[in-house]
Structure formats: C-alpha cells, structure tokens
C-alpha cells in the first residue's frame, strides 16, 4: 500500500517558538493532503484539506495565522504550528490522497507527538 | 451534511469471541465508508472500505463488514478475536463528491481479554 512519513514523531518545544512538521507521500503523488488534531482518548479533528500548489481550506475554528500549511509539491507538505502555546501540545497527523488506491482513500502518517513546555 | 455515530465508546471481549463495533451514519448523498484501526501513539490503518457494489466487504486481520442503506450501517465484525486486535477503531465516511474529506466517529477500543 502507499507509505505516507511524518517528521519529526516528536517535538518538544518553548512555549513562544516555532514547530514544522513534515508529511510525505512516499511512493505516490498526493494532489490533496489533510492534517487532523487528536487529543488524548479522542478522534480525529480535521483541521484543514491542503492541495498541491494552493491555499489550504481550514476547518471551522481552526486559525490559519496559528497552523501555517503548505503543500509546496506533490509529495510533500508541512504544518507549522506558530507562537505555540501548551494547549497546542497534541497529537498531529496528516494524511494523503491521490492517485494510488481507489475510493479516495486517505493514506495516514504514523502521526506526531507534540509537546509545548 | 455527513455524521457518524459510533454507539459504544468500549467494547471488552474475550479472546477468541466474536465482536461487532457498530457504526451508523448520516448523509444525502451516496456514501463511501471506511474503518480504520489506531494502535497506541499510532497513525491510523485501513482495515476495509466500501464503495459500491457488494454490501459484504471483507478487509485486513480477518474483519469484515456490511452496508446496510436502509438501517445507514456499516457494522464492523470478526468472528474470533485475538489480544493483539486490542486498539481503537474508527469508523468514518465520505461524500465522494468532495475532496475525499472524511468524518470520523468518536471511535470505539477494542478491549480484547486473555
């Protein structure tokens, strides 16, 4: 099946700072790209629908100057979690769908861990 | 607008006993369904997906699932469980419509006892 990576699987940071995460589809081009938030014993929070070479569709709620997306190629794209704050600190994870598979299946990351001191 | 009611948050099972996670969902259009199994601090894994056709879908690891239109479900069993399917399960659908985007479920754990 497609491989989709994320980087880091978990980050650290100040409160204040600047955190990137990476998403990559591995071995197929993913023209759309979703980022979900998850908190503890909970599901998936869509947090905006990302395509190749335009601007991201936030969810409602979800501030786009707080989580910069960008889906600079079709195999890549990152999330920025900006001025992080403690309450950001959750689990990410991106998924991708393209031309492998069928149905419009998401191919899902294995998810990043992030903790905001 | 698409909805998914996952009806029971936990699901405690003895290994070896059958099990059905139920899934129901709300929608005007035509549907594509998905579950998808979270092992701890894991991403998520397709275990089966219907998209037209047989209402039957078999997927991964021995599960399988029915659409039913009438009742709008699509409940996930397996006939013998085993400790290692002990995880969270989640249900999702998706307007084929749009982008591919998909509600989730609230998910259901999967407790499987020795």
């Known amino acids: 099946g497609a491989v989709v990576s994320q980087h880091p699987s978990r980050v650290i940071c100040k409160s204040g700072t600047s955190v990137k995460i990476e998403c990559r589809s591995l071995?197929?081009?993913?023209?759309?790209m979703f980022w979900y938030r998850q908190f503890p014993k909970q599901s998936l929070m869509l947090m905006a629908t990302?395509?190749?070479?335009?601007?991201?569709?936030?969810e409602q709620g979800v501030e786009k100057d707080k989580f910069l997306i960008n889906h600079a190629s079709l195999t890549l794209s990152t999330l920025t979690v900006t001025s992080a704050h403690p309450e950001d600190s959750s689990f990410y994870i991106c998924?991708?769908?393209?031309?492998?598979?069928?149905?419009?299946?998401?191919?899902f990351g294995p998810g990043t861990r992030l903790t905001v001191l | 607008a698409q909805s998914v009611t996952q009806l029971d948050s936990q699901v405690p099972v003895f290994e070896e006993a059958p099990v059905e996670l139920r899934c129901n969902y709300s929608?005007?259009?035509?549907?594509?369904l998905f579950w998808y199994v979270q092992y701890p601090n894991q991403g998520l894994q397709l275990l089966l997906k219907?998209?037209?056709?047989?209402?039957l879908v078999k997927g991964i690891n021995g599960f399988e699932a029915e659409f039913n239109k009438s009742q709008t479900s699509f409940h996930l069993r397996k006939p013998s469980v085993h400790i290692s399917d002990t995880a969270e399960y989640f249900c999702?659908?998706?307007?084929?419509?749009?982008?591919?985007?998909?509600?989730f479920g609230q998910g259901t754990t999967l407790q499987v006892k020795p």
């Open positions: 929608s005007s259009v035509s549907v594509y």
């Open positions: 999702a659908v998706s307007d084929p419509g749009n982008t591919g985007k998909l509600i």
């Open positions: 219907y998209l037209s056709g047989s209402t």
């Open positions: 071995d197929f081009q993913a023209t759309t």
């Open positions: 990302s395509n190749e070479g335009s601007k991201a569709t936030y």
């Open positions: 998924s991708a769908s393209g031309n492998s598979g069928g149905g419009n299946e998401q191919f």
